[in-house]
């Protein structure tokens, strides 16, 4: 069985929030911007942890954030 | 680049002059008639020395050449949140420790197997540093490839 994948919105939800920066985004979550690059190309899966920071720092549910897809595969 | 990224080319360039230089070494050693336990002790100690000193001094240095350059280049004097280690670093070093280990423990098998064919105790004790070297420079490899992957 493959890796399943998790999407996010999180380039999208940034542009809507006055365009925040990726720098800003890291900081405001404590991570590199290298980690939200990679989680915005669907390279990175973050910890729960992370994804409920990331949703507190947009201010809405997890699930508006992340999406779970479970008919995607990934290589 | 991020500072993890330097720190790990900063290892990958100093464990691969080491293994060159051990290389080198054996190899007049060998060619010279003087692979005896006195020599090959005196390298195994010169190496594991190397890497040690080598290593901790380069970070250092590399720490402080980067907070210049990024000074210079942005005009802060404080740190950016890039030096932190997170979640995606931990996952990447562990996975590189990780094959690092693999690569060792296959090393040190193999090592021990040409004592079992006959082979003199040195031919294992070369064998094992080179292959701990080899799997330090591996693991490396791996750690900045998953790094330009993005994971």
Known sequence: ?75 | MSFQQKNITVSLVNFTLILGFYLIRVIQMLLGGSFNSTNVFRLWGIVIALAVVVTIFATILTHIVSAIIHAIKTGEEKSTIEDIEDERDRLIDLRGTKVTYFISSIGGFLSMLTFVFGQPPLVMFTLLIFFGVVAQIIGDVLRLYLYRRGF
Request: aromatic content about 10%.
């Open chain 1, 1 to 75: 069985m493959g890796k399943r994948r998790i999407n996010n919105n999180i380039r999208k939800l940034r542009f809507f929030n006055d365009e925040m920066t990726q720098q800003e985004l890291a900081q405001k979550v404590g991570v590199t911007r290298q980690t939200i690059i990679a989680m915005e190309q669907g390279k990175y899966s973050p910890s729960l942890e992370l994804a409920f920071r990331i949703a507190l720092a947009f201010d809405i549910p997890l699930d508006e954030v992340f999406s779970y897809d479970p008919e995607t595969e990934t290589n």
